[in-house]
């Protein structure tokens, strides 16, 4: 178990923290004229955390070819060693959310274990039936719970099924379910069969839900299907979400969406019924990009945010996870660095007045209104983001540390780049 040395993370942080004291001060008098109290503030980011997907810390991918990153994990096991470093430098990802069957193993006991010597737990289970695994009887290539074959949707029943069974091993309690059933024809399929079955799988799947367990049901307008997807948009996720029931609910990954839609007024939608279950965190430009969260559209972020933080009186219990494709970074630089845009994003919706919001609203004073999110969104945060950080231990400067620290060059050496390594685009 390699780790960043609590030694090197003090050391650099002592040698930051006069400028952060000075930070820090400067920021929470700025706050307090505004009536925010900045250790209110720095609870909240210390309370906030994001699951990093376990194939998140390996190289992506594009649809053309994939370079691999030198070090990379080999296996669960390097996976979750990778995590660690995330979370023993940032303090903000207590989980990690892992893919059936990239990280399948032969005691899920002993990797729970494992994981937590890290200090980490396990989130949502991700299940996989867009691509064929080795010694599977049917294929994906036409779908899998909505494929027209049934012993084909079975077996994506099954392995569903499979992936809860492993979950309560892990002492996770959610199921993420995505799908790349559609079709690339007109006239391929029957739009509406392919929805029916998928219901009627998905209902097979919920059944083995126990009763502490969500489902959450993930939608993507395109890709790999490019004419029909039968779960396309937030639309036919809440048809399904209802049709299950109420341990189903709706995930919202901000990459799945047309182009210019407004996925905050979506999160608001799916909040007012009940059904909105967390996100996948990452950004674009285009499509499903799958870019660094906050990298491209921090506003965006911050306005899904702002949608939170303003119903959080509704008790809201959200999974949050990053979910990128780390094709020219190191996966462990951008990961940390998301999380901390997350984090930034998550606290700065923290500093809107509600109440002087509302009375804005309600007296059309439409500038006034807009000028509370702006005066919330311009505002730096990180000094609250560090002291967050370094009061659990964590790095005022987490790439700079981990950088300082030689871990990617010390698994080069351990790790020898091998040929396959799973990537993750969904
Ligand atoms: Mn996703």
Request: aromatic letters at 12%; glycine letters at 10%; proline letters at 5%.
């Given at each position: 178990m390699t780790e960043i040395s609590t030694d090197l993370i003090g050391t650099l942080n002592h040698q930051a923290a006069e400028a952060q004291a000075e930070d820090y001060a400067a920021l929470g008098r700025q706050l307090a004229r505004r009536g925010v109290d900045i250790e209110a503030l720095t609870q909240r980011a210390i309370n906030w955390t994001v699951a990093i997907p376990t194939w998140g810390v390996g190289?992506?991918?594009?649809?053309?070819?994939?370079?691999?990153?030198?070090?990379?994990?080999?296996?669960?096991?390097?996976?979750?060693?990778?995590?660690?470093?995330?979370?023993?430098?940032?303090?903000?990802?207590?989980?990690?959310?892992?893919?059936?069957?990239?990280d399948k193993v032969s005691d899920y006991n002993a990797l729970r274990q494992e994981a937590a010597q890290y200090g980490l737990g396990f989130d949502a289970i991700n299940s996989n039936t867009f691509q064929d695994q080795v010694g599977q009887t049917k294929s994906y290539k036409f779908g899998s719970l909505s494929n027209a074959d049934a012993m084909t949707r079975h077996q994506a029943i099954e392995h569903n099924l499979e992936c809860i069974e492993i979950g309560q091993k892990l002492g996770s309690t959610a199921?993420?379910?995505?799908?790349?059933?559609?079709?690339?024809?007109?006239?391929?399929?029957?739009?509406?069969?392919?929805?029916?079955?998928?219901?009627?799988?998905?209902?097979?799947?919920?059944?083995?839900?126990?009763?502490?367990?969500?489902?959450?049901?993930?939608?993507?307008?395109?890709?790999?299907?490019?004419?029909?997807?039968?779960?396309?948009?937030?639309?036919?996720?809440?048809?399904a979400a209802q049709a299950l029931g109420s341990q189903a609910k709706c995930l919202v990954d901000l990459g799945h969406h047309a182009p210019n839609t407004n996925i905050e007024q979506i999160v608001a939608r799916l909040i007012h019924v009940g059904k909105l279950a967390g996100f996948h965190f990452n950004d674009s430009k285009y499509g499903d990009d799958d870019l660094d969260a906050g990298s491209v559209d921090p506003?965006?972020?911050?306005?899904?945010?702002?949608?939170?933080?303003?119903?959080?009186?509704?008790?809201?219990n959200l999974a949050y996870m990053i979910d990128q494709s780390h094709n020219v970074t190191d996966p462990i630089e951008s990961l940390m660095s998301s999380s901390m845009e997350i984090a930034r994003a998550y606290v700065q919706a923290s500093l809107v007045d509600r109440k002087a919001l509302t009375e804005a609203q309600e007296a059309n004073d439409v500038l006034a209104a807009h000028r509370m999110?702006?005066?919330?969104?311009?505002?730096?945060?990180?000094?609250?983001?560090?002291?967050?950080?370094?009061?659990?231990?964590?790095a005022l400067d987490p790439i700079a540390?981990?950088?300082?620290?030689?871990?990617?060059?010390?698994?080069?050496?351990?790790?020898?780049?091998?040929?396959?390594?799973?990537?993750?685009?969904?």
């Open positions: 190289t992506g991918g594009t649809r053309f070819a994939r370079f691999p990153g030198l070090g990379e994990p080999r296996n669960i096991h390097d996976k979750l060693e990778d995590c660690g470093v995330i979370q023993s430098l940032t303090r903000g990802t207590r989980t990690v959310s892992p893919h059936i069957p990239w199921l993420t379910v995505w799908v790349g059933d559609g079709t690339n024809f007109a006239g391929q399929q029957n739009m509406g069969r392919m929805f029916e079955h998928y219901l009627d799988a998905m209902r097979q799947i919920y059944e083995g839900l126990p009763n502490d367990w969500t489902m959450y049901i993930e939608h993507k307008m395109y890709e790999p299907a490019f004419y029909s997807t039968v779960i396309s948009d937030w639309g036919s996720s809440l048809i506003f965006r972020l911050f306005l899904v945010f702002n949608e939170l933080v303003d119903a959080e009186p509704k008790g809201l999110l702006k005066a919330a969104y311009i505002t730096d945060v990180s000094p609250i983001l560090a002291e967050a950080r370094a009061r659990q231990g964590g540390t981990y950088r300082a620290s030689g871990y990617r060059a010390e698994k080069a050496t351990e790790r020898p780049m091998v040929v396959g390594a799973s990537s993750g685009i969904v």
